[in-house]
């Protein structure tokens, strides 16, 4: 039986497909992929970059392509689009909260420590391993944690 | 076909990011410590972004078969429109510091004009620009700051460096052909307008970090048109050398 396509079954594969460096969470809740809209006989999936130079990119490009054709869809189109620029605002409160599950400080005005929740904190580097990332220092548990950086 | 003025503006802008991610990386597992390494390491590739997004934008409007690639890796020194600045070689960490301010400043004041650009591509390259620009500015004015207002050695070292590059900062607000038609049919910037605010922002932090403003010198100038410094050449042996010697390799 030929399973039916729908824009609906197209936002649930990209839900699968994990952030490249930081997995807990997918390239939707992330906020890269903007818009899913079937015109013409095709998908057209639209993404944005996070940061202009961000390296996972291609990567992310690449596994959509990889998901399409894993499930035998080819009427697709990807598009990239620039404006408006992505923001850390796209995050759901729920995406955050998995962010700290990651141990990872979720975008806020309010850097807290995500291992003990204490606002009494320390900027090490506002650059972290990848360029969406922050270093940070609890000074109450002394860890050492990321930030993700409200952008 | 002569080349569109708005590929020669956009490409221009392209050449400045890329000239300046390129010297930038060569910090990359050399800077004083490790979170400055990953600090430039991470402005570079920002840098490089944002070349990548203007550069493909030149691409397609140049048209043709050509790419963003051959842009970056195909043209000789001569065909590299970057100002004289981005070319600077880094120096010691006070002087990258210091070209990084002059431009990461320069570049607050651009982008916020940009981003009104009539023309839509330019304009969403500005807003994406702009953000990540604010972190660099972030970064390059608290380092002059606290070496400026750091020891006697650390000091001198930052005031060498502006002394050094003040006659570089000229050409940041010169108006050639190209920018005055896009700046008068608001596609570009008027550059000239940008020199007070500038000069303000700069005072204030090298105040705060109890430096001196060297004085007006003679400022040098020709990126624009192809004249370079002799480091340019340099820095395009080590970009280009994999696509001059294997051309059109790939992986």
Redesign the interface.
């Known amino acids: 039986m030929v399973k039916e396509i729908s824009v609906d079954t197209i936002w649930e594969l990209l839900h699968k497909i994990p952030d490249p460096e930081i997995p807990s969470i997918s390239i939707v809740e992330l906020g890269v992929v903007r818009n899913v809209k079937f015109n013409e006989d095709n998908f057209h999936i639209t993404v944005t970059p996070t940061y202009s130079g961000c390296p996972a990119m291609s990567f992310m490009k690449d596994e959509i392509v990889r998901a399409m054709e894993a499930e035998g869809i080819s009427n697709y189109q990807l598009h990239t689009s620039l404006a408006p620029p992505w923001t850390t605002d796209w995050m759901s409160t729920e995406v955050k909260e998995k962010l700290k599950e990651a141990g990872i400080a979720p975008p806020s005005e309010k850097v807290q420590c995500p291992q003990c929740d204490s606002p009494k904190v320390e900027s090490i580097s506002e650059f972290g391993s990848t360029a969406c990332k922050a270093l940070y220092k609890c000074n109450t548990c002394a860890e050492i944690f990321h930030y993700f950086k409200k952008f | 076909m002569a080349d569109s003025t708005l590929y020669k503006y956009v490409l221009s802008l392209g050449d400045d990011a890329l000239v300046s991610a390129q010297r930038l990386a060569q910090w990359t597992y050399k800077a004083p410590f490790l979170?400055?390494d990953?600090?430039l390491s991470?402005?570079s590739?920002?840098?490089?972004?944002?070349a990548?997004?203007y550069l493909e934008y030149a691409a397609e409007l140049k048209g043709g078969n050509t790419t963003a690639d051959h842009l970056a890796f195909k043209r000789n020194e001569r065909q590299f429109t970057n100002l004289l600045i981005c070319e600077h070689p880094n120096g010691n960490f006070a002087d990258t510091n210091v070209r990084n301010l002059f431009l990461d400043t320069f570049h607050k004041l651009f982008l916020e004009k940009l981003v009104e650009s009539k023309d839509?591509?330019l304009?969403?390259?500005a807003?994406?620009?702009r953000?990540?620009n604010s972190?660099h500015f972030?970064?390059s004015s608290s380092w002059v700051i606290r070496l400026g207002d750091g020891t006697k050695e650390s000091n001198s070292k930052v005031q060498t460096a502006l002394n050094n590059l003040w006659m570089f900062t000229g050409e940041l607000f010169e108006m050639n052909k190209v920018d005055l038609e896009m700046s008068s049919q608001k596609i570009g910037v008027d550059r000239e307008a940008l020199k007070p605010q500038w000069k303000s922002i700069i005072t204030d932090v090298l105040t705060e970090a109890t430096l001196n403003i060297p004085e007006d010198v003679f400022m040098t100038s020709g990126g624009r048109d192809g004249i370079h410094t002799e480091h340019l050449g340099h820095l395009l042996s080590d970009m280009q050398y994999l696509q001059r010697a294997y051309p059109n390799a790939a992986w």
Request: charged share 35%; glycine share 4%.
């Open positions: 979170e400055e990953i600090a991470n402005i590739l920002d840098l490089f972004g944002r990548n997004l839509k591509q304009a969403a390259i807003e994406k620009a953000k990540e972190y972030r970064h």
